[in-house]
């Protein structure tokens, strides 16, 4: 079966530290991968999504950036963290059209 | 564009009554419709969703939504709450895939449903 795994769960980094959250699947191949930031425990904004190695899409200009070196891993990253990147950010990857997406537990993230 | 509104913040409702937490889209196109629960601090968990068919679906935990195409609209609904069904639940329609467009889920702003006892 699918899996999606994310971590860390909780993190809290300084003003200007680097970031990497890491997202990897699970059972399948060639997913297309998703990240969301929801932000004061309400709204899922979409950041970026890959249809592949290498293929990035960024959906709205900000201090962050993602990677995919392989298939089934998904990187998030800034080289400075900003107060504003606090957020609770999810990966996500696509599976059939029956169930849209299936949502990693999250990674809490606290820039102080 | 296409667009989810989630037009409550929040849903009180006593336990044992039903429930609705409403949901209208705008979207080019047959839409994909998905409710989705989260619990705090996790990720979202899939309750349903509406590709074609019957207007009326039935998902997890006894909730069920209704497709109403000439209102744009696609209610969550359930006969009788549950004190565990508090939670924070979100709306969602997929962008058609066409044009070499990947399609994206664009999510509402979520209601929260607290179920008294």
């Known amino acids: 079966s699918q899996t999606i795994h994310q971590w860390p769960a909780t993190l809290v980094q300084p003003v200007g530290s680097p970031l990497s959250l890491e997202c990897t699947v699970e059972g399948t191949s060639n997913p297309n991968l998703y990240w969301y930031r929801q932000a004061a425990g309400r709204g899922l904004q979409l950041l970026f999504y890959s249809v592949g190695i290498g293929q990035i899409s960024s959906e709205v200009p900000q201090n962050l950036s993602a990677s995919r070196p392989q298939d089934r891993q998904f990187i998030l990253s800034s080289k400075k963290l900003l107060l504003s990147d606090s957020g609770f950010y999810l990966c996500?990857?696509?599976?059939?059209?029956?169930?849209?997406?299936?949502f990693g537990s999250g990674t809490r993230l606290t820039v102080v | 564009a296409q667009s989810v509104a989630q037009p409550e913040d929040q849903v009180n409702v006593a336990e044992g009554n039903p429930l609705t937490v409403k949901c209208t889209y705008s979207?080019?196109?047959?839409?994909?419709l998905f409710w989705y629960v989260q619990y705090p601090n996790r990720g979202l968990q899939f309750l349903l969703k509406y590709i074609t068919g019957d207007n009326l679906v039935k998902g997890s935990y006894g909730f069920e939504a209704e497709f109403n195409k000439s209102q744009t609209s696609f209610h969550l609904k359930k006969p009788s709450a549950l004190v565990s069904d508090s939670a924070l639940y979100f709306c969602?329609?997929?962008?058609?895939?066409?044009?070499?467009?990947?399609?994206?889920?664009?999510f509402g702003t979520g209601t929260l449903l607290a179920v008294q006892p």
């Open positions: 979207v080019s196109g047959n839409p994909y």
């Open positions: 996500a990857w696509r599976g059939d059209r029956d169930h849209g997406y299936t």
């Open positions: 969602a329609v997929r962008t058609p895939n066409y044009g070499g467009a990947t399609n994206k889920l664009i």
